[in-house]
């Protein structure tokens, strides 16, 4: 921690910006809502006084989805399921080399992707005594 305090303490530009990055990728995966919001307002104000423009764009940005970066900050969730969705799609217009229509490649994406059961139930009638 003591080089990254002395790289924040740097003169250059571009080691303030490095540190404050770094700073920002170590404010996830907090348990405490509270926590979370107090660690997230010290690097915001530690961005807006940086004197770096494109630092200061990216935390005024946060500022705007502040509730949501603290969601996700707090929170295990991630896309892992939309993108596996997405990759699936993916396969399947690969698979077709394109289709004549959108509605053909939605109607293959919910045939691939729907989790229909196309097997019947049995019905059975008779039994074995």
């Known amino acids: 921690m003591g080089n990254l305090h002395a790289l924040r303490d740097s ?13 920002a990728m170590s404010l996830w995966g907090y348990a405490s809502r509270g926590w979370a919001d107090r660690m997230w307002k010290r690097w915001y104000n530690w961005a ?27 929170s295990n969730v991630t896309n ?12 399947i ?9 959108r509605e053909r490649f939605r ?4 045939f691939h992707l729907g989790g229909l059961d196309l097997y019947p139930a049995v019905l059975s009638t008779h039994t074995k005594s």
């Not at 250059?12 to 990055?21: G, Q, Y």
């Not at 892992?80 to 396969?91: C, P, T």
């Open 93 to 101: 217009k690969r698979k077709a080399c394109g289709y004549r229509n």
């Open 48 to 74: 807006i006084r940086s004197r770096l423009e494109p630092i200061k764009k990216v935390a005024r940005m946060i500022r705007r989805h502040w509730q949501g970066v603290i969601n996700a900050a707090t």
């Open 80 to 91: 892992a399921v939309s993108e596996g969705m997405n990759s699936k799609i993916q396969w």
């Open 107 to 110: 109607n293959a994406i919910l």
């Open 11 to 23: 003169g250059l530009k571009a080691a303030r910006a490095w540190a404050i990055k770094e700073l």
